[in-house]
Nanobody, 119 residues
Framework: QVSLVESGGGLVQPGGSLRLSCACTGSILSFNVLGWYRQTPGKERELVAS???????NYGDSVKGRFTISRDNAKNTLHLQMNSLKPEDTAVYYC?????????????WGQGTQVTVSS
């Protein structure tokens, strides 16, 4: 069973920065894809950023140039560095990992961490 625990959310002023972390059980390199998603009330969960086992990254259009996804393989931790935050970045942020073994795919989610951007 995979366990993901997010941390680092909070209240920040517009233009500020936050760094989210997602601690994973087991080796982070065992996962095929790792990512951050976010969700606001009444809206679907959307991709913020993802990184593959090989290191390829992908970002949502609204965060390109401001957010950076990275991983610490030694600590089995996924990070999301968020700079130049805007009020529209306010959401619950979720960590997700994808584990593919043969023909079986499993997606695992963290419990989410609230990010609020407000003056």
């Amino acid at each position: 069973q995979v366990s993901l625990v997010e941390s680092g959310g909070g209240l920040v002023q517009p233009g500020g920065s936050l760094r989210l972390s997602c601690a994973c059980t087991g080796s982070i390199l065992s996962f095929n894809v790792l990512g951050w998603y976010r969700q606001t009330p009444g809206k679907e969960r959307e991709l913020v950023a993802s990184i593959t086992r090989g290191g390829s990254t992908n970002y949502g259009d609204s965060v390109k140039g401001r957010f950076t996804i990275s991983r610490d393989n030694a600590k089995n931790t996924l990070h999301l560095q968020m700079n130049s935050l805007k009020p529209e970045d306010t959401a619950v942020y979720y960590c997700k990992v994808v584990l593919i073994r043969g023909v079986t795919r499993n997606d695992y989610w963290g419990q989410g961490t609230q990010v609020t951007v407000s003056s």
